[in-house]
């Protein structure tokens, strides 16, 4: 692979990677978890079960999984950029599909679309992101985790809105929230589709670059784990918060915790994620997570939840940049589309079963408390599945 061209000011490496990053804060901060801030006054209002609701996000799931197998072939046919920009597109019209109607159909369609537009773009941006850090070899790590940070701009700024939208036009006013994240995710894609990300360099023929998955079969384990253990605590924390007594101001400053984490994410793990062991740097941040996933366990005070949301997000956006990093050390740069792919659908598979299998165990149980018990374990587990991902052979 060639090096790009030394950047001008206007396409500075660290400015490029943050404005991808606007994908990843459309299709995964908004698109994907904002439906947790709206999904108590949905399941109230539209009669709901906790399994009914934990499919909005199984059908999400499951459409960013079958973006994520189409991914390398839309990368051939499209470009990377092109397939960021329509990707992010996707996504915002699914927003405001769910703003048009209380039907379950087309509001598990919206969701369908939101997954298909995540995954696309969230490949194609990771792949490009990586292509543009190369620029700068001494600081890839950190630019690559610029791009991670993005779902938390997404995560802070919906849950500035979100709930104080629904204290103010009140229960029923779920379908106004979907308004105002629509709004809010086409003002953060102007830049994404003015932004010249059309990079000279090239990274092959991705989609013509075979993957093997039995040398990297435990990690691919483990990052489903993570997958399955992440989305019941991002899906169902919310309503756990709301349960025991949160109002719109505590659901606000759970959230925008998260969401705070991933600006200093870069700085808190930039060491780790430089760790070329294998899946070393994976286990040490997925274990991190699996602590903040935990606590709740422990107790419902302000205190408790505020240290879990703020443990658990520095650790959650790292997760992913840490398989991208993996890939990146292990692989040569034509493959990285299809690895980042490769990750991308084991952790899809993992959070397409996650939502609808913890929602019928909270069901079964009667109590969210099980589902975050269910949440943590996973998590634990996917850190030690890891640990045992080594080193591969490079190839040129």
Request: some cysteine; aromatic content about 12%.
């Given at each position: 692979?060639?090096?790009?061209?030394?950047?001008?000011?206007?396409?500075?490496?660290?400015?490029?990677?943050?404005?991808?990053?606007?994908?990843?804060?459309?299709?995964?901060?908004?698109?994907?978890?904002?439906?947790?801030?709206?999904?108590?006054?949905?399941?109230?209002?539209?009669?709901?079960?906790?399994?009914?609701?934990?499919?909005?996000?199984?059908?999400?799931?499951?459409?960013?999984?079958?973006?994520?197998?189409?991914?390398?072939?839309?990368?051939?046919?499209f470009g990377l950029a092109a397939t960021v920009r329509w990707g992010t597109?996707?996504?915002?019209?699914?927003?405001?599909?769910?703003?048009?109607?209380?039907?379950?159909?087309?509001?598990?369609?919206?969701?369908?679309?939101?997954?298909?537009?995540?995954?696309?773009?969230?490949?194609?941006?990771?792949?490009?992101?990586?292509?543009?850090?190369?620029?700068?070899?001494?600081?890839?790590?950190?630019?690559?985790?610029?791009?991670?940070?993005?779902?938390?701009?997404?995560?802070?700024?919906?849950?500035?809105?979100?709930?104080?939208?629904?204290?103010?036009?009140?229960?029923?006013?779920?379908?106004?929230?979907?308004?105002?994240?629509?709004?809010?995710?086409?003002?953060?894609?102007?830049?994404?589709?003015?932004?010249?990300l059309d990079m000279s360099a090239s990274i092959g023929d991705a989609a013509?670059?075979?993957?093997?998955?039995?040398?990297?079969?435990?990690?691919?384990?483990?990052?489903?784990?993570?997958?399955?253990?992440?989305?019941?605590?991002?899906?169902?924390?919310?309503?756990?918060?709301?349960?025991?007594?949160?109002?719109?101001?505590?659901?606000?400053?759970?959230?925008?915790?998260?969401?705070?984490?991933?600006?200093?994410?870069?700085?808190?793990?930039?060491?780790?994620?430089?760790?070329?062991?294998?899946?070393?740097?994976?286990?040490?941040?997925?274990?991190?997570?699996?602590?903040?996933?935990?606590?709740?366990?422990?107790?419902?005070?302000?205190?408790?939840?505020?240290?879990?949301?703020?443990?658990?997000?520095?650790?959650?956006?790292?997760?992913?940049?840490?398989?991208?990093?993996?890939?990146?050390?292990?692989?040569?740069p034509a493959a990285w589309p299809a690895g980042i792919a490769a990750m991308?659908?084991?952790?899809?598979?993992?959070?397409?079963?996650?939502?609808?299998?913890?929602?019928?165990?909270?069901?079964?149980?009667?109590?969210?408390?099980?589902?975050?018990?269910?949440?943590?374990?996973?998590?634990?587990?996917?850190?030690?599945?890891?640990?045992?991902?080594?080193?591969?052979?490079?190839?040129?």
């Open positions: 692979m060639h090096a790009p061209d030394r950047p001008s000011p206007l396409t500075h490496p660290a400015r490029l990677i943050l404005i991808l990053s606007l994908g990843p804060t459309v299709g995964l901060g908004i698109g994907r978890f904002a439906y947790a801030l709206v999904l108590p006054d949905m399941r109230d209002t539209l009669g709901w079960s906790y399994s009914a609701a934990g499919f909005m996000n199984t059908i999400n799931a499951a459409g960013y999984l079958a973006g994520a197998l189409a991914a390398s072939r839309l990368i051939k046919r597109l996707a996504c915002v019209l699914s927003l405001a599909l769910c703003a048009f109607s209380d039907n379950f159909i087309v509001l598990s369609f919206a969701r369908l679309l939101a997954g298909l537009g995540a995954a696309a773009g969230f490949v194609g941006g990771g792949a490009l992101a990586a292509t543009i850090a190369q620029s700068r070899p001494e600081r890839a790590n950190f630019l690559l985790s610029l791009f991670y940070a993005g779902p938390g701009v997404g995560i802070l700024s919906s849950g500035l809105v979100a709930p104080f939208v629904l204290q103010a036009f009140g229960p029923g006013s779920w379908w106004i929230v979907w308004w105002a994240m629509t709004l809010l995710a086409v003002a953060m894609t102007v830049p994404l589709l003015l932004a010249p013509a670059t075979k993957f093997a998955i039995r040398p990297v079969l435990i990690y691919l384990i483990g990052y489903f784990l993570f997958g399955a253990g992440y989305i019941a605590y991002m899906t169902f924390m919310i309503a756990y918060v709301r349960d025991a007594g949160g109002g719109a101001a505590a659901q606000s400053a759970f959230w925008s915790l998260i969401g705070l984490s991933a600006f200093v994410t870069p700085w808190v793990w930039r060491r780790v994620l430089a760790l070329d062991r294998g899946g070393l740097s994976t286990t040490i941040i997925l274990g991190v997570n699996a602590i903040g996933a935990a606590l709740p366990i422990f107790g419902h005070s302000a205190f408790l939840l505020a240290i879990s949301a703020l443990v658990f997000g520095v650790a959650f956006f790292a997760v992913v940049g840490s398989t991208t990093a993996f890939v990146r050390f292990n692989y040569p991308t659908i084991a952790f899809g598979i993992g959070q397409t079963l996650g939502p609808i299998a913890v929602g019928a165990v909270t069901d079964a149980m009667g109590s969210l408390s099980h589902a975050l018990n269910v949440s943590a374990a996973m998590l634990a587990v996917g850190a030690i599945a890891a640990a045992f991902q080594g080193r591969l052979a490079r190839k040129p």
